[in-house]
């Protein structure tokens, strides 16, 4: 069955500080791997997208990695801002669909 | 990224209505939509794909009949839930891109509340 499962289910972080993300998928066939950002209330902001032949990509202050062997990725938030609130959602892309985690919801408090 | 708008951002309507909700690209040519339905601390599930000049697709366990799903052009796709129940008060996110395997642009998403 194709699942994609995040922990922790929730976080709180000071401001300033460093948060890791982390995502286990068992997707088959693999296309690519994904992170979003959603604030409340909204639709999903792309933040990265990595092929089975990446290992890391970062997008400012948002730097994800990916293992495709253990089927892990993870998302690294820098010196966090309180902006960075908000639900990350994982999403594992095969041929036509995607396959969406459930998310982290991520609160930065000053 | 490309652009998606939702139209209306939110809606409430009376139980038995019909609401119509639009999703439009607004600088690119879609090709397909997807339409997801995503409930209070959930994540998104997808409804439907839908891709131009054709009828839609819809996942299991989604009533065709109700939600009614038109994308007549590539730049807009719509969504109509008909009779209209509480219970498919939710928030009702579009997505837009150019065929299986590209990327998807997310809308902002409509909430509808159906008394």
């Known amino acids: 069955k194709n699942q994609v499962e995040q922990s922790p289910q929730s976080l709180i972080i000071l401001e300033g500080k460093n948060c890791t993300l982390q995502?286990?998928?068992?997707?088959?066939?693999?296309?690519?791997l994904r992170w979003y950002k959603q604030d409340t209330g909204r639709g999903p902001v792309s933040l990265t997208i990595?092929?089975?032949?990446?290992n890391t990509k970062s997008n400012g202050r948002y730097t994800a990695t990916l293992d495709a062997d253990t089927k892990q990725s993870s998302l690294h938030i820098t010196a966090s801002q309180l902006s960075d609130s908000a639900s990350y959602i994982c999403?594992?892309?095969?041929?036509?669909?995607?396959?969406f985690g459930t998310g982290t919801r991520l609160q930065v408090f000053p | 990224g490309a652009v998606v708008s939702q139209h209306p951002s939110w809606v409430i309507c009376k139980s038995g209505t019909s609401v119509k909700i639009e999703c439009r690209s607004l600088?690119?040519?879609?090709?397909?939509m997807f339409w997801y339905r995503q409930f209070p601390k959930q994540s998104l599930m997808l409804m439907a794909t839908?891709?131009?000049?054709?009828?839609?697709?819809?996942e299991q366990g989604v009533e065709k009949d109700k939600f009614l799903i038109n994308h007549a052009s590539l730049t807009l796709s719509t969504l109509t839930v008909t009779s209209a129940h509480p219970e498919d008060s939710s928030f009702y996110i579009c997505?837009?891109?150019?065929?299986?395997?590209?990327?998807?642009?997310f809308g902002p998403g409509t909430r509808l509340t159906v008394l």
């Open positions: 997505s837009a891109g150019q065929g299986a395997g590209h990327e998807q642009f």
């Open positions: 995502c286990n998928y068992t997707v088959s066939p693999f296309s690519n």
């Open positions: 990595m092929t089975f032949s990446e």
């Open positions: 999403v594992v892309s095969i041929t036509d669909k995607l396959i």
């Open positions: 600088d690119f040519q879609a090709t397909t």
């Open positions: 839908s891709n131009e000049g054709s009828k839609a697709t819809y």
